[in-house]
C-alpha cells in the first residue's frame, strides 16, 4: 500500500499568514492525490483534486501543488474558520489517506 | 443534488453485530461504486475498501477482511456495512463516500458506533 506522510502533524498560524502543508508518498501516484479538509463531527470536504485543480466552491486561498511523491497544499491567507484537519489521499491505488495536520491558533 | 445519507448512531455490545445503512440519492446508484472509510476518535481517515454497486462485488482492505460485509440493496438504492462478533477496536464513526479516481466529493454524514459492555 502506498504510505502517505503528512507534515507537520499541527501547525499554529496566525489569521492572515500564507500557509503549506506537505504530503508525501512512498511511491509514485502521479497526480492521483487529493486533499480533504475535516472540521469536528463534520464529514471531510474535498478542497483539491488532481493535487491543483480546483473545486467549485472551495475559497480562491486554497491551492495545490505537485506530482509524484511531493504534494503541498498551501492557504494564502489563513482565516479562523480553517482551524480544521486538513488529510491527504492518493487514488492511484488502493485509496489510502495521510494522518492529517491539524491547524490551531498561535 | 447528491446525497448520501446514512443511518442513526448504535450501541452495542461485544460481540453482537451492526448495520449500516447508506442511501444514495440525486444519481444512478449503479453508475458508481461505494467506498466506506473508518474514523476511529480522534484519529485519522481509515479506507475500509469498497462495493461495486453494478455487480456486488466487495472489495476489502487488508484490516478489513473477515468480520466486515459490504453489501447492497440496490433497487433501494441502498449500501450496507455489516459488522459481525464487533470488538472495542471498532468502536468508530463509519463514512461511506461515492467512488471517484477524482478526490471523494460526496460522502455520507457518518455513523457513531459505540461498544460498551
Known amino acids: 500500500d502506498v504510505v502517505l506522510t503528512q507534515s507537520p502533524a499541527t501547525l499554529s498560524v496566525t489569521p492572515g499568514e500564507r500557509i503549506s502543508l506537505s504530503c508525501r508518498a512512498s511511491?509514485?501516484?502521479?497526480?492521483?492525490l487529493h486533499w480533504y479538509q475535516q472540521k469536528p463531527n463534520e464529514s471531510p470536504r474535498l478542497l483539491i483534486k488532481?493535487?491543483?485543480q480546483s473545486i467549485s466552491g472551495i475559497p480562491s486561498r486554497f491551492s495545490g501543488s505537485g506530482s509524484g511523491t511531493d504534494f503541498t497544499l498551501s492557504i494564502n491567507g489563513v482565516e479562523l474558520e480553517d482551524l480544521s484537519i486538513y488529510y491527504c489521499?492518493?487514488?492511484?491505488?488502493?485509496?489510502?489517506f495521510g494522518a492529517g495536520t491539524k491547524l490551531e491558533l498561535k | 443534488q447528491i446525497q448520501l445519507v446514512q443511518s442513526g448512531p448504535e450501541l452495542k455490545k461485544p460481540g453482537e453485530s451492526v448495520k449500516i445503512s447508506c442511501k444514495a440519492s440525486?444519481?444512478?446508484?449503479?453508475?458508481?461504486?461505494m467506498y466506506w472509510v473508518k474514523q476511529a476518535p480522534g484519529q485519522g481517515l481509515q479506507y475500509m475498501g469498497w462495493?461495486?454497486?453494478?455487480?456486488?462485488?466487495?472489495t476489502y482492505a487488508d484490516d478489513f477482511k473477515g468480520r466486515f460485509v459490504f453489501f447492497l440493496e440496490t433497487s433501494a438504492s441502498t449500501a450496507y456495512l455489516q459488522i459481525n462478533n464487533l470488538k472495542n477496536e471498532d468502536m468508530a464513526t463509519y463514512f461511506c463516500?461515492?467512488?471517484?479516481?477524482?478526490?471523494?466529493?460526496?460522502w455520507g454524514q457518518g455513523v457513531m458506533v459505540t461498544v460498551s459492555s
Open positions: 463516500a461515492r467512488r471517484s479516481r477524482m478526490g471523494i466529493a460526496n
Open positions: 440525486g444519481y444512478t446508484f449503479t453508475n458508481y461504486g
Open positions: 462495493i461495486n454497486t453494478e455487480t456486488g462485488k466487495p
Open positions: 511511491e509514485s501516484v502521479d497526480t492521483y
Open positions: 488532481y493535487a491543483s
Open positions: 489521499q492518493q487514488g492511484n491505488s488502493l485509496p489510502t
